[in-house]
């Protein structure tokens, strides 16, 4: 990866179907490590596991930056690096849940909620990745719909602010995308939201065990362990 600034160029949409949309489509046509696309609204916005991304209007920080030659474990030290961001932004003290958690890969939670995710994309084999980071900055959270109304936290900070949280994320970034390997996951870890949890997945169930060398979520099972790369767990 090269050490070249986070964020220029930068494309900002006032709407935008999905940032990372966009920013495939300039890392295929040949953008330049760092590029950011930014929008105010999203009308497609997606997540993980082909679910959808919605947040209310000019309420959060949505964006997508394009990632050459990505580092190892590029996925988590966007969750470890958005964590920071958040403890920094909001503060332990100030939301009263102390820091921010990681949920393996990479959701980031306050108080067992998500107040960011991160979708990344891409072409290993063209070496580039697609970083996607939604973060609620100001989202009112009484005001959202059904389960989000449950699940979703929000750093709590004036739409004004969605600039700002943009600013330090890039920092955050620039930090934890150069970091060595067993930095970042010693920050997840010190961080891991899963820890001792009983967890499904697709495939079972069983006890959150920590995170491997390689980034992996291993899980004691009924006699065994077993070690998973990719996919979605939940809570039990
Ligand atoms: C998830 O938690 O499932 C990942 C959510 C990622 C949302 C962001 S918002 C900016 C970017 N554009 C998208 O369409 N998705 C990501």
Redesign the pocket.
């Known amino acids: 990866m090269t050490a070249a600034a986070l964020g220029r160029p930068r494309l900002h949409l006032r709407v935008a179907g ?4 966009r920013a495939r489509e300039l890392a295929a046509a040949g953008a330049p490590h760092g590029t950011l696309v930014t929008a105010a609204v ?1 009308t497609a ?5 082909g ?1 959808s ?1 919605s947040a209310p209007a000019g309420s959060s920080l ?3 930056l394009v990632i050459r030659e990505p580092p190892p474990l590029v996925s988590l030290r966007a969750g470890v690096a958005v964590a920071h961001l958040v403890d920094a932004a909001a503060g332990g003290e100030r939301t009263g849940f102390g820091p921010a958690r990681v949920k393996w890969p990479n ?1 980031v939670l306050v108080g067992g909620r998500k107040v960011a ?3 990344v994309e891409g072409r290993p084999q063209e070496g580039w990745v697609v970083l ?3 973060i609620n900055v100001a989202v009112r959270v009484r005001e959202l719909e059904g389960e989000l109304r449950d699940r979703a936290a929000s750093l709590g900070l004036e739409p004004g602010s969605v600039e700002t949280v943009l600013a330090s994320l890039l920092e955050e970034l620039g930090r934890w995308l150069s970091a060595e390997p067993g930095v970042v996951l010693g920050a997840l870890r010190a961080r891991d939201a899963l820890l001792g949890r009983t967890i499904g997945w697709a495939e079972g169930r069983g006890v959150a065990a920590g995170i491997d060398d390689e980034g992996r979520l291993l899980v004691d099972l009924d006699g065994g362990r077993a070690a998973l790369s990719a996919g979605d767990v939940h809570l039990l």
């Open positions: 999905s940032t990372n949309d999203q916005g997606r997540g993980r596991q679910r991304w949505l964006c997508s959701d995710g991160i979708l996607g980071i939604g």
